[in-house]
């Protein structure tokens, strides 16, 4: 069975960075693309970064380009979002996610309809 934790979330100042990490067991196969995902209060989840595995391209989001970057660590089953400049905007639980196998991952901003394992997500509180 496929787990992703994510860790690392807390409440930080506007200017502040953070690290995001996420933790993947229970593969069989290897993810074609993992993901970060927020959502604000009050609003609905969106993508943040995704990263294509063999390879290692990322895309971003228009409002994080610049200021986030998505990497992994293999060695480690381990998926990080380092966030920098932070704005109160980024406040967010944050999850990351993995497509399911054979998913030729869309070549963008991840598109949620498809990720079919999530974390349980990690809360960032950005204050002004």
């Known amino acids: 069975q496929v787990q992703l934790v994510e860790s690392g979330g807390t409440s930080v100042e506007a200017g502040g960075s953070l690290t995001l990490s996420c933790a993947v067991s229970?593969?069989?196969?290897?993810?074609?693309?993992m993901a970060w995902f927020r959502q604000p209060p009050g609003q609905e989840r969106e993508g943040v970064a995704v990263i294509l595995t063999k390879g290692g391209t990322t895309y971003y989001a228009d409002a994080v380009k610049g200021r986030f970057t998505i990497s992994q660590d293999n060695a480690k089953n381990t998926l990080y979002l380092e966030m920098n400049s932070l704005k109160p905007e980024d406040t967010a639980i944050y999850y990351c996610?993995?497509?399911?196998?054979?998913?030729?991952?869309?070549?963008?901003?991840?598109?949620?309809?498809?990720?079919?394992?999530w974390g349980q997500g990690t809360q960032v509180t950005v204050s002004s």
């Open positions: 229970g593969y069989t196969y290897t993810s074609n693309c």
């Open positions: 996610a993995a497509v399911p196998p054979l998913t030729y991952c869309f070549r963008g901003s991840p598109r949620e309809y498809q990720y079919k394992y």
